[in-house]
């Protein structure tokens, strides 16, 4: 067998810093290039064959992965919070991060996340973006209430965002002067454009031939509606990598740590370590969920008589990750064995 090259990369906007090292731990190589592409296909030609390279999870992890991975025996992604427990010192520079990744890939060490393909990580920022116009409308929304209560102008708050009832609000209102309504003529233009482009990108993601079976499959689950289902399948990506439903749970940012020391045990609030974009949305739908589901309104009502409504809504959402954890482990449709209606929130 040819002796096997390590790499560690320490990754940077502008810089890479590497360091190479043979089977024995020997120096090979370490230095500096430029984040491009060019530069990383002048720097692999100087590479030994074969090589293996690992690296920290960063924001800009997902193109350097992909553009090295054709050309890599094998290439792994280390978890930021597992790597610095591991490889803490005294001393830091962009040099000896890249020794330690380095050494800890070469001596098996390397806590290794998972990296989603490329075709879930694209699509993952398309919802993600999408994301970010739902939050940026209901801020121009909240702002066009806060225009009209600092001028004093008494609305509907329930009927406000209605097409029909702003045109008549700001045409009938004699308290509304031009400089308002121009204000507010501006907020309603950007509330209806981000709307339109937000539900442009749900639509070409359910329509994604990747999604499309599988997302059909989730929305099966009483409760579980597009955006539900969509978010599940492109943060999650393969299903096989949780080994149960404890650690999907735990991933999902469902429970709190636990702190033991002797007799004692003390558990923490929810933890933070965990992907915001599942939490929030499956506790969202764990809102929504008792109306549609009685086997969850039941299982709400419980955990609420023994705390509160929200160590309740937090049941039923580990609950919602059972369901979809079976319905997309098993690629099967969600069997309902009761009067439960499908009817999505």
Known sequence: MEPMYYIGLDVHK????YCVKDSSGQVCAEGSLPATRFDLDRWMKTLPQPWSAAMEATMFTGWIYDHLKPHAASLKVAHPLMLRAIAAAKRKNDRIDANKICDCLRCDFLPECYMASTAIRERRRTLRYRNLLVRQMVQMKIKIS?????????YNKQRLHKAGYFRELLATHPDIDEGLRSLLCQCRETVVRLGKTENALIRSLEHDRLLA??????MSIPAIGPITALTWALEVGEVQRFSSIKKAISYCGLCGAEKSSGNTVQRTPLSKQ????????????AKMAPRYSPTLALLYDREKQRGNANRATLAVARKLVAYLMSVDRGRCHFLVLDQETSTAA
């Open 14 to 17: 502008r810089k890479i810093s």
């Open 146 to 154: 806060s225009l009209l209560m600092e001028a004093g102008v008494s």
């Open 213 to 218: 079976e599988r997302v059909e499959r989730l």
């Open 274 to 285: 965990r992907n915001k974009h599942l939490q929030t949305t499956l506790i969202e739908a």
